[in-house]
């Protein structure tokens, strides 16, 4: 349904029309005691944002037609109220995707279910000297936040990580491979890992299960990337350690971890598919060789759900977020929701980071 613009000046109030275009009665305004007239415009919805299928930096809200003026000198700056928030508009239409997207999820969160903004249009005519207001009609838009992804994983694997094999095929994730995390849920470009490594015992990064090709190791004390001549790395001391790899600069660093660390012997998610039971449906360790802090489970859901992860078979230490497929969980935090289908669940216990890996 088109919505008609209406003037809105300091001591004049116009209703708007009800009709697909139909002519305004001649509103105007009288800058300066000049009578100037407005020509009728018009907005509509352009239909459902669907942020899976946007690629450009400008999505379209609204097809418009301007106002116009029986006067050249003036022109228009036009604003597009999301829920009352503005944003600047093209005269196409469109405004910027990252911030449109963004606002939507600080609204309702990052899950891709449809949500509708209240919207109106508010044009600024103005002559650099006198201005007349022109607003639309309220409309309704419907945007859809894109589906959070799992990033583009790099994986551990050697003889201190999972069963000890080195195992590279995609069938070892989560036995001989084990994934690094995302540092934050919605910035995919800075990768980390903590886990217990004994000294002595190497391993190396790979980014792709099945290809040795693309690998970081160490040579002459210093880690370096797709070299052929590199070793394992090592650690001087047993203990917790923390590695980081960020992709924008492309470094690599392995820290001694201080956080706090504690061992569970088992590692249930309770959920809504399965009457919330922290003893049931348990995670099997990835790591058989040194200390487990790394968990896996393959699980389809029949349909949305919720779950947390809890240790020890009880509730008393347990992890929760609101963020699928990619999250950070936090002690009694709240329910993950879980969209319907099939997963690889990887979790680590020490910094409470998880993926649901499609399957």
């Known amino acids: 349904m088109k919505k008609f613009l209406y003037i809105a000046a300091t001591a004049l109030l116009l209703a708007s029309c009800t009709e697909d275009f139909k002519d305004w009665a001649e509103p105007q305004s ?11 415009g018009s907005v509509a919805p352009a239909g459902v ?7 450009e930096e400008r999505v379209k ?8 003026t029986s006067d050249t000198t003036y022109f228009a700056e036009s604003t597009i109220y999301l829920n009352g928030q503005p944003f600047v508009l093209g005269t196409d239409g469109t405004v910027d995707a990252k911030e449109l997207e963004a606002y939507v999820i600080s609204l309702y969160g990052k899950a891709p279910e449809p949500r509708v903004l209240t919207a109106q249009v508010e044009w600024l005519m103005t002559n650099g000297t006198t ?15 894109a589906p959070v992804a799992v990033p583009d994983l790099w994986y551990l694997v050697g003889s201190c990580i999972g069963d000890g094999s080195w195992g ?33 015992q190497g391993f190396k990064l790979i980014h792709q299960p099945g290809n040795w090709e693309e ?4 040579k002459d ?14 650690v001087a001391a047993d203990g917790y350690y923390q590695l980081t790899y960020d992709m924008n600069t492309e470094t690599l660093t392995m820290t001694p971890y201080d956080g706090l660390v504690n061992v569970y012997n088992i590692m249930g998610m309770p959920g809504g598919y399965q009457d919330w039971d922290p003893g049931a449906t348990l995670m099997t360790p990835m790591n058989t060789v040194v200390e487990n802090h790394d968990w896996v489970k393959d699980l389809t859901f029949e349909e949305n759900s919720e779950l947390k992860f809890a240790a020890n078979g009880g509730w008393d230490v347990n992890w929760g977020s609101n963020t699928f497929p990619v999250g950070s969980g936090v002690a009694n935090g709240a329910n ?5 289908g099939s997963y690889k669940i990887v979790f680590n216990d020490i910094l409470g980071k998880y993926y649901f890996i499609a399957q």
Do not use: H
């Open 215 to 218: 690998q970081w190791g160490m």
């Open 221 to 234: 004390g210093e880690f370096v990337k797709n070299d052929g001549g590199s070793s394992n790395i090592e």
């Open 49 to 55: 944002i669907d942020f899976a299928q946007v690629t």
């Open 336 to 340: 993950i929701p879980v969209d319907a």
């Open 30 to 40: 009288n800058p300066q005691g000049e009578v100037i007239s407005f020509g009728n």
């Open 168 to 200: 590279n095929e995609p069938a070892k994730v989560g036995t001989a491979l084990i994934p690094m995390y995302s540092q934050a849920d919605d910035d995919f470009m800075v990768l980390t890992y903590v886990g217990y490594f004994p000294a002595g």
């Open 131 to 145: 201005s007349t207001r022109i607003k639309s009609d309220p409309f309704e838009i419907t945007v859809i936040p």
């Open 61 to 68: 809200v609204c097809d418009i037609t301007a106002p116009s």
